[in-house]
């Protein structure tokens, strides 16, 4: 069983959280989207209102030895004092997360704020779940508190080791939230279970399409991997990018897939091009019709129809991967008609789960991440969650 940092008596606690503040910054900097300080702001209020002392820690970027400052998590601790401003709660940073004076600094502080924790990569201990490392952070803690679901997949200090060391561990709201929706979707399901995969390779998306023919009723494919599933029923499919040592794995899902009586549905039409360029010449053709010379940069309009009935008919909709080259303008109707397809029918009420990584980053340019039941916050983990396997970090929690 998890419990809830929102169940757990926090009262004149240290809660030492493990959030994900991996935000995105330019070259000086400056943070360029804040989205997953403010995701976490429910569990750091929900901490503080119930009279504990939120200590923080996250990872940031993968710093190496000479470029540290640049990684460092200063300038998040001044965006979360601005957001935490209205509420009262002080936000302190400490510029290291380990060590004499970090401890000083949360057991000076007072229940009711927050500290800041520098990044975990700092030490390369982090990443290698090193024991002493855990204990070193375990140090600023009463209660272990992990709401970082994108990097639940990994067992680091921060998300296995550290917990390990605490008699009460517990889930963040956002983190609930994700094993929630992630979990209902695979264990109970509203029916027809529809998912749809696109993206680049079908390396990366196999084992989940894989372990999703036990589960699913309709599989859709597109993106760069559709082409490789397409070679593999024996299409000539131009230059488009095709894994030529998946055919044979792609040949095989298409067969259990029959053999199971999965609705796994190919694209009937591609826009193709004459390079991978925005402003190539580009024309739309029936998958059969793909000439040499002519590479397939998204799905074609017909397929995409097809693909959002599918949908809207949906009990549960998933989606993971970009359906073309969305971050070509003249590649994007694909993916656009499949975020649109998502938000109808979530007004019909299907329960729609974007994973994270590019649909999330897809669905957010197209202005629909308010508009569909949840955008997982994790890439990775939302792709092992729904394979099937443990992730660290929520195993981490289960007690
Ligand atoms: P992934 O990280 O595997 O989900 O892949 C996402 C990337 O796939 C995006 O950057 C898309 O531009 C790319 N992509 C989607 N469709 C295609 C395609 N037909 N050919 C090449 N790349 C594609």
Redesign the pocket.
């Given at each position: 069983m998890i419990s809830s940092v929102a169940d757990v008596d926090v009262r004149g606690k240290r809660v030492l959280t493990r959030v994900d503040f991996n935000v995105p910054q330019d070259e000086n900097g400056n943070i360029t989207d804040d989205t997953r300080i403010r995701e976490s702001l429910p569990t750091i209020r929900s901490i503080i209102s119930n009279g504990g002392l939120a200590v923080l820690m996250s990872h940031l970027g993968r710093p190496k030895d000479e470029d540290k400052r640049k990684y460092s998590l200063q300038p998040i601790a001044t965006r979360l004092t601005e957001l935490l401003a209205s509420d009262g709660i002080d936000v302190q940073f400490s510029a290291d997360c380990i060590g004499s004076a970090a401890s000083a600094m949360v057991d000076a502080s007072e229940m009711g704020n927050v500290v800041l924790l520098e990044n975990l990569r700092f030490y390369k201990q982090e990443e290698a779940n090193d024991p002493e490392f855990s204990s070193a952070l375990a140090r600023h803690g009463d209660v272990y508190c992990n709401d970082a679901f994108g990097t639940a997949h990994r067992a680091h200090a921060s998300t296995s080791g550290v917990p390990s060391l605490f008699a009460s561990v517990c889930a963040g709201l956002l983190m609930q939230k994700e094993l929630e929706y992630l979990g209902k979707a695979l264990d109970h399901p509203a029916r027809p279970l529809v998912s749809i995969f696109?993206?680049?390779?079908i390396s990366?998306?196999i084992d989940v399409i894989g372990a999703l023919l036990n589960k699913c009723d309709t599989i859709l494919i597109?993106?760069?991997m559709?082409?490789t599933f397409l070679k593999a029923t024996g299409l000539n499919v131009g230059s488009?990018?095709v894994e030529v040592d998946r055919i044979d794995l792609a040949a095989e899902i298409l067969r259990e897939a029959a053999a199971k009586n999965i609705h796994l549905v190919l694209p009937t039409d591609a826009v193709v091009a004459t390079s991978?360029d925005n402003d190539a010449e580009r024309k739309v053709v029936n998958v059969d019709a793909i000439e040499s010379g002519w590479?397939?940069?998204?799905i074609g309009p017909e397929t995409a129809q097809a693909y959002a009935t599918e949908i809207e008919a949906a009990g549960t909709a998933v989606w993971?991967?970009?359906?073309?080259?969305?971050?070509f303008s003249n590649f994007a109707s694909g993916t656009k008609a499949i975020a649109d397809a998502f938000v109808c029918a979530t007004v019909k009420g299907t329960i729609t789960i974007v994973g994270g990584?590019?649909?999330a980053a897809a669905i957010t340019q197209f202005g629909h991440a308010n508009h569909v039941t949840h955008v997982s916050t994790g890439g990775g983990a939302s792709l092992e969650f729904l394979e099937g396997k443990k992730l660290p970090g929520v195993v981490a929690l289960d007690r």
């Amino acid at each position: 069983m998890i419990s809830s940092v929102a169940d757990v008596d926090v009262r004149g606690k240290r809660v030492l959280t493990r959030v994900d503040f991996n935000v995105p910054q330019d070259e000086n900097g400056n943070i360029t989207d804040d989205t997953r300080i403010r995701e976490s702001l429910p569990t750091i209020r929900s901490i503080i209102s119930n009279g504990g002392l939120a200590v923080l820690m996250s990872h940031l970027g993968r710093p190496k030895d000479e470029d540290k400052r640049k990684y460092s998590l200063q300038p998040i601790a001044t965006r979360l004092t601005e957001l935490l401003a209205s509420d009262g709660i002080d936000v302190q940073f400490s510029a290291d997360c380990i060590g004499s004076a970090a401890s000083a600094m949360v057991d000076a502080s007072e229940m009711g704020n927050v500290v800041l924790l520098e990044n975990l990569r700092f030490y390369k201990q982090e990443e290698a779940n090193d024991p002493e490392f855990s204990s070193a952070l375990a140090r600023h803690g009463d209660v272990y508190c992990n709401d970082a679901f994108g990097t639940a997949h990994r067992a680091h200090a921060s998300t296995s080791g550290v917990p390990s060391l605490f008699a009460s561990v517990c889930a963040g709201l956002l983190m609930q939230k994700e094993l929630e929706y992630l979990g209902k979707a695979l264990d109970h399901p509203a029916r027809p279970l529809v998912s749809i995969f696109g993206g680049s390779k079908i390396s990366g998306k196999i084992d989940v399409i894989g372990a999703l023919l036990n589960k699913c009723d309709t599989i859709l494919i597109g993106g760069g991997m559709m082409f490789t599933f397409l070679k593999a029923t024996g299409l000539n499919v131009g230059s488009s990018l095709v894994e030529v040592d998946r055919i044979d794995l792609a040949a095989e899902i298409l067969r259990e897939a029959a053999a199971k009586n999965i609705h796994l549905v190919l694209p009937t039409d591609a826009v193709v091009a004459t390079s991978f360029d925005n402003d190539a010449e580009r024309k739309v053709v029936n998958v059969d019709a793909i000439e040499s010379g002519w590479m397939g940069l998204d799905i074609g309009p017909e397929t995409a129809q097809a693909y959002a009935t599918e949908i809207e008919a949906a009990g549960t909709a998933v989606w993971n991967g970009p359906m073309g080259v969305f971050e070509f303008s003249n590649f994007a109707s694909g993916t656009k008609a499949i975020a649109d397809a998502f938000v109808c029918a979530t007004v019909k009420g299907t329960i729609t789960i974007v994973g994270g990584g590019d649909s999330a980053a897809a669905i957010t340019q197209f202005g629909h991440a308010n508009h569909v039941t949840h955008v997982s916050t994790g890439g990775g983990a939302s792709l092992e969650f729904l394979e099937g396997k443990k992730l660290p970090g929520v195993v981490a929690l289960d007690r």
